[in-house]
């Protein structure tokens, strides 16, 4: 299946049946039968293409569970305790539920945490669940955005709560209850969890049986911000002008301020909101620079929890986030998941359940498309016109590039287009695009652009209904105190003037305005186009979002999840009779590649798909076919006693002076720049005038006779005697060549060039002494794989022309020329051929030396003949001097395995033209 027609697959209220599939091989999306796997995708390591589809990552501990899970439920939950039973009856309860069934996910999440603290020990055997590194458990339910996690908090309070109450000596449970949240907006949201609270969601959601309120409310829940548990160290209290010695305070004292009235509890319950927030900052962890104020945050927040622990014990801690992933200290891209996952439902199971919005992205235009066969507005930010202009320093009037000014109009104008029809259905809030920038310049860019009417949509460029974000200011709001802000807005509500508000204020006023976008009768209510830098903050519960437009990298699934997951908030939730699934709502996506999420394609036709990949591999009912050969790593030589060297015989070696750099300008290094004033010149004309002709005849020498000394049998102070000499006559000879020939008239030059090009000269110099002076030639194998074969060929795939094959091991011949496609047709039908392999992905390779390189190449044929005997054949239409010096080493490899005898006959042929093949292969051809 090419494009999903319809994305949402599964009921929310069961387990789901179905997933989408990435396949990589082909980049398209298959439906299959079960339920996902537990895990997430990463970035392929070193991938360039900004749709790289990645590379699952599986959360084993989380699919081993899964099915421990599913038996225990069908099993009638055995081990727990009455209240427990009680609750989880209650939850699934037709009766009870009426039009608010939980789903299926918000009931694995508390399944799985009640398991985990009541089921039979023996049911947990093998479970075994990392810890951060401190002194109390950590488990952590991973569930996304939209997907109901508050709902799951409440009813993990009522359990805990409930079983406290009623079995009040039972210590695997706790009645008071601290839950810690990542700013003042997402404290605010937390309210509903406070049991007596006002519109709490045990009663909003009939949470728990009617006759268990009383003991609901003889718990105690305490919302606190992470902010309200920092505390000054020794050495913050030194940096104050304040003239307070106290000293920093003790674990109990912040414990008592802190936790207020919990102070004197133990066993307290704990539950991060948002908890990817909340990481142990490994001591060996060097935190880059983009992660310095996560870290410091993370610290205040874990190590707060530590010193409650000291003082109050914590009984556990629950951690409830979408992405459950903090900095690894690696590449700056790099995330490592939290260890102590043990539920997971992520995002592409929440589209698939209907649970969110279904993305949509722009898949082709009438313009140019990218290389890869994409719109240029697929992943706007990588696009070349576009991404060094937004990544550097630019005052908000310079205009934004044309592309992003295009991707504006198009999406809208499909914007207007939505406007108008919820108009027309008496919608009162408008539909909002949001915007998710690189940097705050882009983000300032933008708002001027709409400010002044440079995006051509007059209705978006209203200031009134837009809201730029300025990530500073809101988080000086998310840190505040609400009740100081409360007493703060009852003293406004005097008769006074009206003032100039403080920089609090502002951000408060900002806070309350991103909170309620889409809220009537709230400061957000007409919000309809808005500007934010990095992503969201958590909280953001805007559920009239329908246009998203990225400017930014996107470089993972976490990324991608971040940034778009809080925009994919429904707005309602109805069930389809005739299908039992939720009916899709849509939000429009540019600039987010979606490569890492299922999502649907827009009508039409697609954009020209990729080349379609084959896969290449040993087929095992064809192991008749198979070839072996020796893994031959070098080649010994068993010299004669005296060496000899006909000079009139070797080919002459020539070394370019332009290729070889004599002069070098350095400067030091100050600041990361080098200092021009302070440029020095190395010459090499001092090397040449120390390099006299003994001594680079003698360097070469030396290092000629450390290639034969090895396998020399006899003197080597005789050995190294005779190759100085031979040297001598080589150096002095014509054979050593400069170009240009004005370096050659030049001695110093000459000589400078000759000791700068010295390997090159010692490999030519040992190559004619070794062919001219080898009495034996040993195979050297390699000692961990002596022996290679087609079998070993690991699988891989190309896009390259090939076709199925008959008598090689391997399942299809990959073809890099039409020549090759003919020797090939003709080594299947010949009489004389037993079998044959394409050498391509096998690692048969041969080593060559070449004007002083050494090099390697890869014959392009291995042939089995009908009498066994082996032969390597070479496909070449045109010779040169280079082709020559493979088959000589070519040929010296064939003389040390024959010599070898181990191995078979093996001989070596050159097919200039397709027509010649026929007579190569007759079974007794000479050559």
């Known amino acids: 299946m090419n494009t999903i027609d319809k994305l949402i697959i599964n009921s929310p209220y069961e387990e789901p049946k179905y997933y989408w599939s990435f396949d990589r091989e082909i980049r398209t999306f298959d439906k299959k039968e079960g339920r996902r796997p537990a895990g997430y995708i990463v970035a392929t390591q070193a991938a360039r293409t900004f749709d790289d589809p990645g590379l699952f990552v599986e959360i084993p501990l989380v699919n081993q569970i899964r099915p421990r899970i599913k038996k225990w439920r069908e099993e009638g939950y055995p081990g727990v305790t009455g209240i427990t039973k009680r609750l989880l009856e209650h939850w699934v309860n037709p009766e009870e539920r009426e039009n608010k069934r939980f789903f299926f996910c918000q009931l694995e999440a508390i399944e799985t945490l009640i398991w985990l603290n009541e089921a039979p020990a023996s049911e947990k055997t093998g479970i075994d669940i990392p810890n951060d590194g401190g002194e109390f458990t950590r488990l952590c339910s991973k569930m996304a955005t939209g997907s109901g996690k508050t709902i799951v908090m409440a009813m993990l309070i009522a359990y805990h709560i409930l079983n406290k109450v009623t079995y009040t000596q039972d210590n695997r449970f706790s009645k008071n209850v601290l839950m810690i949240a990542p700013g003042l907006t997402v404290k605010s949201r937390l309210q ?15 949470v728990i049986p009617s006759s268990l309120y009383d003991k609901l409310r003889q718990g105690k829940v305490k919302i606190e911000n992470w902010h309200s548990l920092a505390w000054d160290t020794e050495e913050r209290l030194a940096k104050k002008k304040s003239v307070d010695k106290r000293g920093a305070k003790s674990d109990e004292a912040y414990v008592k301020e802190v936790l207020g009235e919990l102070s004197t509890a133990s066993n307290i319950l704990v539950i991060n909101d948002e908890a990817h927030h909340a990481w142990r900052v490994q001591p060996e962890l060097k935190v880059k620079r983009e992660f310095k104020e996560q870290a410091n945050e993370a610290t205040i927040w874990v190590s707060g929890l530590d010193r409650i622990n000291n003082v109050n014990k914590i009984l556990k801690c629950h951690d409830f986030t979408a992405t459950p992933f903090a900095p690894s200290g690696k590449q700056s891209t790099d995330e490592a998941l939290f260890e102590w996952i043990v539920s997971d439902f992520g995002l592409n199971d929440s589209i698939e359940s209907g649970l969110v919005k279904t993305p949509r992205v722009v898949i082709r235009d009438d313009a140019r498309l990218t290389s890869d066969y994409k719109s240029r507005l697929y992943h706007i930010y990588n696009d070349p016109e576009v991404k060094d202009d937004i990544n550097r320093k630019a005052e908000e009037h310079e205009p934004l590039p044309d592309l992003v000014l295009t991707a504006y109009y198009l999406l809208g104008l499909d914007w207007q287009e939505t406007k108008r029809l919820w108009e027309k259905s008496n919608h009162y809030t408008p539909p909002v695009m949001i915007t998710v920038a690189n940097r705050t310049e882009t983000a300032a860019r933008i708002k001027y652009s709409f400010d002044h009417k440079r995006v051509k949509i007059d209705e978006l460029c209203n200031p009134t209904k837009t809201l730029h974000i300025d990530s500073k200011v809101l988080d000086i709001a998310e840190a505040q105190d609400e009740n100081k802000i409360s007493k703060d807005e009852e003293d406004a509500n005097d008769d006074t003037p009206v003032k100039k508000l403080t920089k609090q204020e502002s951000a408060e006023l900002l806070r309350q305005t991103v909170d309620s976008v889409g809220q009537i009768g709230k400061p957000g209510e007409q919000i309809q186009n808005v500007i934010s830098v990095g992503m969201l903050s958590e909280g953001w519960d805007a559920k009239t979002v329908t246009h998203i437009l990225g400017l930014r990298a996107f470089s993972s699934q976490l990324l991608c999840e971040q940034v778009v997951g809080r925009g994919l908030r429904s707005t309602t939730y109805e069930v389809n009779p005739e299908t039992g699934l939720y009916e899709p709502e849509y939000v429009n996506i540019f600039g987010v590649p979606f490569t890492f999420l299922p999502h649907e394609s827009q009508d039409g036709p697609p954009p020209p798909p990729p080349l379609p990949k084959t896969k290449i591999e040993p087929v095992t009912e064809k192991k008749e ?18 060496l000899t060297l006909d000079i009139t015989k070797i080919k002459a070696i020539e070394i370019n002076a332009y290729e070889t750099p004599t002069i070098a300008d350095l400067a030091p290094m100050v600041d990361g720049q080098p200092d021009l004033t302070k440029i020095t010149e190395i ?38 005697a005779q190759i100085i000499k031979l040297v001598e006559n080589f150096i002095k000879s014509e054979k050593v060549l400069i170009n240009p020939p004005l370096f050659d008239v030049d001695e110093l030059r000459r000589r400078i060039l000759i000791t700068l090009n010295m390997t090159k000269v010692v490999h030519h110099i040992w190559e004619v002494i070794r062919f001219e002076n080898t009495e034996e030639i040993v195979p050297v194998f390699d000692n961990d794989y002596p022996i ?6 690991i699988t891989w795939y190309t896009g390259r022309p090939c076709e199925i094959t008959k008598k090689s091991h391997i399942n299809c011949c990959v073809y890099d020329s039409t020549w090759e496609a003919s020797e090939s047709f003709e080594l299947d039908r010949n009489e004389n051929v037993k079998a044959w392999v394409k050498n391509d992905h096998l690692g048969f390779e041969i080593h060559y030396v070449y004007k002083g390189i050494v090099k390697k190449y890869r014959p392009d044929f291995i042939i089995k003949l009908a009498d066994d005997t082996n032969m390597i054949l070479e496909v070449k239409g045109k010779d040169d001097e280079e082709n020559k010096a493979k088959r000589s080493f ?11 005898g181990g191995f078979g006959i093996w001989k070596w042929n050159v097919s200039k033209n397709p027509a010649d093949l026929k007579k190569i292969l007759q079974v007794n051809q000479t050559f």
């Open 683 to 720: 010459d090499l004309e001092k090397l040449g005038k120390e390099f006299r002709w003994q001594k680079i005849i003698f360097e070469t020498a030396r290092d000629v006779f450390e290639q034969m000394k090895p396998t020399w049998k006899g003197n080597k102070d005789y050995l190294l």
């Open 192 to 206: 509903v969890l406070i049991p007596a609270g006002k519109s709490n969601y045990y009663d909003e959601f009939n």
């Open 625 to 642: 076919y198979e070839i072996i050969w020796p893994n031959v790593l070098r080649i010994n030589h068993v010299y004669k006693p005296c």
């Open 890 to 900: 070519l040929d010296e490899w064939i003389r040390a395995v024959n010599g070898h």
């Open 788 to 793: 290679r074969s087609t079998g070993n060929m």
